[in-house]
């Protein structure tokens, strides 16, 4: 009988190199032997909590019956270097302000040149307007030509928006908003609970001697135990 073991081995042996070469051609054409990285990360996911946190707080009509003018004419004095506030004041690299709350918007100051941004803007200088321009002027009006950054403190805004009210005046301040209802009788049940509370022990020992009086050991009684009318 022929010996095949030979033409085995080359059998097994040829089988192994295809096998080797097939892995090296497949790993060549997709990729195996390079790291991959993704184009971009996973998608950011929004703390809705911490939003809402950021919203927390005063409202802007609490800010305003709270807030200091005095307060404010020291935090203007970050705005000197490009406005003016005193009446008939000049213009500078911006607007002078004086009487600028109640205004319309990029309009109030005569012949100074204004960005399309900020006079095509629309509306007045409510409150409610400059808080927003304060906190960030290229949020309210994108595309101005003012560089400030924005007040980030809610008081801040406040208080100098107090200060500029002082200088020429300006609308009613907002009223702040009362309790609700809610609220009201929330606290009502809280009066009620400290008032309608446990009783002292003073108090609980005269309800019960008005609810279980008990007869004085000095009472007279007859000779037969019973106590007589009247004494």
Sequence with gaps: ????????FGWILGSGIVAL???IVSGMYFGADKPHHLEEGGLPVEDADAGAAAEDGPSLATLLA???????????????????????????IGP???GVLGKPVGKHAAGFAYSSALSGHGGDWTYENMNEWLKSPRGFANGT???????SSGEDRANIMLYMRDMGGGPPLPTPEEPTAE????????????????????EAAGATGDLDPVASSNA????????????
């Design 145 to 151: 030509k003012m560089s400030f950054a924005g007040l």
């Design 183 to 202: 609220a009201g009788a929330e606290g009502e049940a809280v009066d009620d609970g400290v008032a309608g509370g446990e009783a002292s022990p003073v």
């Design 21 to 23: 070469g097939l892995s």
């Design 220 to 231: 007279a009684t007859d000779a037969g135990g019973a106590a007589k009318p009247g004494e």
């Design 1 to 8: 009988m022929q010996d095949n073991t030979n033409t085995t």
């Design 96 to 98: 002078n302000l004086w």
């Design 66 to 92: 709270q807030g200091d003018a005095a307060a404010g004419e020291k935090i203007f004095a970050k705005c000197t270097a490009c406005h003016s506030i005193e009446q008939g004041g000049a213009n500078g």
